[in-house]
């Protein structure tokens, strides 16, 4: 076992042990009953290049980069704390599937439920991302089937059939406005040695503002903390006392994974409302790495990518059914990527299990014909560090890509929404060459292109729109093609922000015609960007992915390409 976990193991039990009583009387009178939890996966079958940052062991007081993640190395760790604690749940806090990469998002993440099938996870509540595709798209994942309408870029049941997840999908606050009902179970409930452990599954309630709208259509997203406290008190009229939240939703907090510094975000919002019978908050959604104890209440998240795993031991009370003791830990998944010295003997690697390594090498490999694929060269990484303005090297190769594919459609420039970019882009290859696999892991969603007329008011307010009524310090701010520039400053009055907007080379005016490209998600207004929808003359265009390998390859025929630095959004203050 390796140093930091046999640490971890002791100081549970250790922290288990009520003073008063003796091991076997402690023993006696309650249940020992381990969460193990995970999530934001996004169907990070192998480790890639994913590390999390972990303490120094040759410089104290800084971090180093630990290679981390994987599905073979996750399911070791899994088994491993399984086995010190036979009473034990295994948890999906949402994210499993949707903006993964090609060796899962290929197969339209049956790939990712066929490998947790094969771990054993219990339950995953939904989050954001597994309503990528619709509401349709997702039910069909949970309970199995076919999809109709393959293509180079998708391929359904690989393997001839797809059962779907042999475990529960849970959100309580989903609800079909047809039939007030939820879309999957609100709750599961686990016995555990005579004692029963209830999890409350919700995802964020901002979830319809950043999917494609027509894929929720038809449903309302309840608020977190009103649905987790209504069904705790229905887990308490059944009978069950030990309660758990698995949150689609995070926060941020500052001084590592295991620490709980300056704690902030929605998720703490959500945890002051909630009704003391709730016991552990597991949280997700913003990839941080984090402990915390507010109030007496665990509120915990893994990160992202399987490249940490959260460890909630309890004591109940085999009387009472409630939570007596609880002790959370965030742990590394080592993979052995990063090699030797120190930092490994400090956080040994974990074997692969052999099992789930097939599965993955079997999915790797019939992925790897595309994945392959050269595409273009490329000087340096395209990372996604955005300037002061709030462009980057990565956003801009995209929108340029997005722009020079929708020419023939009129196009003048073009917009890409930062989240739809999901890591920076680097060479797999020799020499800097760019593979299709590279390329795809930026922007995976299959988005469609579409240009359309907006007017040179409707730009601006598209440009306003980056700036929530509900959070307006925060925002998303669009990544442009060459050819437009402005500047914005937050000491203006919402609304109001941006100024100097130039469209190849001259100012904006209000009644100006111009013809942008933006991708179907944005089109269809999501991330709030509404005025897209009122977008006239629209054409559709080619897939993002192929306008984005195709304008690698043309751009980089006589040389790799190299990042561009000069940014076009300033920020004035």
Known sequence: ?????????????????????????????????????????????????????????????????????GAAHLATLIARLRAEQPGHVVVSSGDLIGASPLVSGL??????????????????????????????????????????????????????????????????NVVDRATDRTIFPPTFVKTIDGVRIGFIGVVTRSTPGIVVPSGVAGLRFRSEARVLNEQAKALQADGVQAIVAVVHEGGDADGGFNACERPRGAIF??????????????????????????GGRTVIQAASFGRLVSIVDLAVDRTTGDVVRTRARNVPVPNGAGGGGALAAAFPPLPPDPAIAAIVEHYRAAAAPLAERPVGRISAPFERRAGAGGDHALGRLIADAHLAATRSNGAQVAFTNPGGIRTALHASGANGVVTYGDAYSTQPFGNSLVTMTLTGAQLKTLLEQQWSASDPERARIL??????????????PRGDRTSSIRLEGRPLADGDRVRVTVNSFLAAGGDGFRILRDGSERVGGPLDIDAFTDFLQQQSAAGPLAPTSAPRITRRQ
Not at 17 to 30: E, I, L, R, V
Not at 50 to 66: F, H, M, S
């Open 269 to 294: 919002d959500i945890e002051r409302n909630l009704d003391p019978a709730i016991d552990v908050v597991l949280s997700a959604h913003t990839h941080r790495g984090y402990n915390c104890v507010i």
């Open 1 to 69: 076992m390796p140093s930091w976990l046999r640490t971890l193991a002791f100081a549970t039990i250790t922290a288990l042990s009520p003073a008063a009583m003796t091991g076997s009387q402690a023993a006696d009178s309650t249940v020992a009953v381990r969460v193990i939890a995970f999530n934001d996966f996004h169907g990070h079958l192998e480790p890639g290049e994913n590390a999390i940052a972990v303490p120094d062991p040759t410089q104290p007081g800084r971090t180093a980069p630990l290679r981390s993640g």
């Open 479 to 492: 990544q442009p093609s060459a050819g437009l520039s402005y500047a914005w400053d937050t000491r203006r």
């Open 107 to 172: 197969f339209h993440d049956e790939a990712t439920i066929e490998v947790m099938n094969a771990i054993g996870i219990d339950l995953n509540a939904v989050g954001n991302h597994e309503f990528d595709r619709g509401v349709a798209e997702l039910t069909r994942i949970a309970r199995g089937g076919c999809r109709a309408g393959d293509s180079d870029y998708r391929k359904s049941c690989d393997r001839g059939t797809y059962g779907g997840a042999r475990f529960p999908f849970l959100a309580a």
